[in-house]
């Protein structure tokens, strides 16, 4: 059995062209994972965005339900090992990821959001607007807490990662995406910023600096 990742793509963008630039194939072909590249279609989406602000995908159903449907039918085709199914996005993709991760958590080994939003983030395409500018003023710590109750004791890792210089989405954003994975883990956090970190590290690579923030829940990343 080999491990699958789901690969979703952002605005603008098609699956063998996200799968182009990030080189995943080759990282994929090297270590025996399979890559599950799901593509929205101009039908759903004139600029290929991803609808994570439509109610019903917001709410587990919609895109993120056809998207999960298709994790399904690839476990049904190949040997995939049901405890190492890894859900990744960027953008618009990220906000996708976050909304299936969050309604089907127990799916996923681990969920990666860059430059995304928190599932819930908004409910229309006006709000979804505002949320990647300003930040979400839903209350997500209360949507991940809800979605923890639905699903029982999970535990859910989750990677944020988030440029300061990003014009198209609002760093607050990454911020909930914490507040949201701590309470999806079981965590005491609410509004939209999260807790201080139970660890932080700053170091360079070239002229840019990473600053690497970790959060336990329970004594678990």
């Known amino acids: ?34 890559v599950l590249m799901p593509e929205q279609g101009r039908l759903a989406n004139p600029m290929r965005c991803w609808n994570w602000f439509d ?44 909304a299936i991760a969050l309604h089907a958590p127990r799916r ?7 430059s995304g939003l928190p599932a819930g983030a908004a409910r229309d395409a006006r709000e979804a607007r505002d949320a990647m500018a300003h930040g979400t003023r839903r209350d997500v710590a209360a949507i991940g807490a809800a979605a923890r109750r639905a699903a029982g004791d999970v535990r ?22 914490v507040v949201q994975a701590i309470a999806l883990n079981g965590g005491a ?6 807790p201080p970190p139970d660890a932080e590290a700053r170091r360079a690579i070239g002229e840019r600096v990473v600053h ?3 959060w336990l829940v329970g004594g678990r990343l």
């Open 55 to 98: 109610p019903a995908t917001a709410d587990g159903r919609g895109e993120a339900a056809i998207v999960l449907a298709q994790v399904e039918q690839a476990c049904d085709i190949l040997a995939i090992d049901a405890s190492r199914i890894w859900i990744v996005g960027l953008s618009s993709g990220a906000a996708l990821a976050a």
């Open 189 to 194: 956090t609410s509004g939209a910023a999260p």
């Open 1 to 34: 059995a080999v491990p699958l990742l789901v690969w979703i793509h952002g605005c603008r963008q098609r699956a063998r062209d996200f799968a182009a630039g990030t080189r995943i194939r080759a990282h994929a072909d090297a270590r025996g994972i399979a």
């Open 212 to 214: 690497q923030a970790d």
């Open 156 to 177: 859910l890792p989750v990677l944020v990662l988030q440029g300061v210089e990003d014009t198209a989405v609002a760093s607050a954003n990454a911020d909930a995406l």
């Open 108 to 114: 996923f080994a681990a969920l990666a959001c860059h």
